[in-house]
């Protein structure tokens, strides 16, 4: 059998295509490993009719209305490998057969590497986040840290201005605010250090105190750090697509890749998305042309 399409990736990028192909009665292989970005938090939010629900009931609910469509196949396994076939692509997973499809879409999101430093893997989705919009509300007006020494670190102090007022900035040993950010940061009364942060500490993922290189301590609740991001599509590398900035597929606005037949949705194209809504929004819409082209190769345009 050659399915329309394989889907690779059961975030809600893949979850949102397959319903929109299942639907217009394509049929399509879904493949999930099932470690999606979100897996460490408690409650997601911001998806408007499932604001707070956590990740695990929101995939619940997604996968059974996606798999009311017959059409619709569900392979709880991972992606090892893609190769070009005549007609299409042949995919291989850890387990099983090899699957044959006309047409991919990778969905695979991205996999987050935490910067090296104690406690923050036990703080990660209860008490420390990356994301304002996810989770700035639930710790708005508490005494926050910002841990980054990335450049975008300006930015987030300055957005989290607007959910609490009692910042502390650390750019954790680099250089990358400028004289004039750190004077704009601290007339507003937002505390900037350039010590390295060498531990959290609380109980049960919740933060209570900050350390520093030099040994000193400050009480914070809550905070924001900056994974890096690494594109989760290797599998898919023989296939010689172009990449994109983060070594990710680089994709057009209708997630076409530079190879045909090879699209990508949601954190695995090119522009990513980082909300949940985003990359559901990014997996219809792609769905759509997929549909449109495979119309286009059986109907004729
Ligand atoms: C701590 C934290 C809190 C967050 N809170 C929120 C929030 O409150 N609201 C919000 O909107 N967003 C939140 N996000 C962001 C959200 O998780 C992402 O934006 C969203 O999950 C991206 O969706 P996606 O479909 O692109 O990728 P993902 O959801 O990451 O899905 C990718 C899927 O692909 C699968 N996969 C990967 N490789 C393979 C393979 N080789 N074979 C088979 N399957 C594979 C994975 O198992 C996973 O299921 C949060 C993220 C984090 C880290």
Same mark, same amino acid.
């Given at each position: 059998?050659?399915?329309? $399409? ?15 192909? @299942? ?28 604001? @707070?629900?956590?990740?695990? +009931? ?6 059974? +209305? ?42 695979? @999101? ?20 990356? $994301? ?5 509300? +639930? ?30 900035? $650390? ?8 004289? /004039? ?23 049960? @993922?919740?933060? /209570? ?27 898919? /590398? ?6 994109? /900035? ?56």
């Amino acid at each position: 059998m050659i399915y329309d $399409c394989a889907i690779i990736g059961g975030g809600p990028a893949g979850l949102n295509a397959a319903l929109v192909l @299942g639907r217009a009665r394509r049929t399509v292989a879904l493949f999930d490993n099932n470690q999606p970005r979100n897996a460490v938090t408690h409650a997601s939010h911001g998806f408007l009719t499932q604001d @707070g629900v956590t990740p695990a +009931e929101f995939r619940r609910i997604a996968y059974e +209305e996606v798999l009311r469509y017959p059409s619709v196949e569900h392979h709880g396994r991972k992606v090892s490998s893609v190769r070009r076939t005549a007609e299409g692509f042949e995919i291989t997973a850890n387990t099983g057969e090899p699957v044959h499809a006309r047409k991919i879409l990778v969905t695979t @999101g991205l996999q987050e590497i935490l910067p090296d430093i104690t406690g923050v893997t036990e703080m990660y989705g209860s008490s420390l986040f990356n $994301c304002p919009y996810c989770d700035g509300w +639930e710790l708005r007006d508490q005494p926050l840290i910002v841990v980054s020494d990335h450049e975008r670190i300006y930015h987030l102090a300055k957005l989290l201005y607007g959910w609490s007022q009692d910042l502390v900035i $650390c750019t954790h040993g680099s250089s990358t605010l400028t004289d /004039e950010q750190k004077q704009q940061l601290t007339s507003r009364g937002i505390i900037v250090t350039e010590q390295k942060v060498v531990a959290f500490h609380g109980q049960n @993922g919740k933060l /209570e105190q900050v350390e520093f290189a030099d040994g000193s301590r400050i009480s914070r609740t809550g905070g924001f750090i900056t994974p890096a991001w690494v594109p989760q599509a290797g599998f898919c /590398e023989e296939l010689n697509y172009e990449k994109s /900035e983060l070594g990710g597929i680089q994709t057009n606005e209708t997630g076409r890749s530079s190879i045909p037949g090879l699209f990508a949705a949601g954190e695995a194209a090119s522009g990513g998305s980082s909300q949940l809504i985003m990359s559901a929004a990014a997996g219809s819409l792609i769905a759509v042309h997929i549909n449109m082209e495979l119309t286009e190769e059986t109907f004729g345009s």
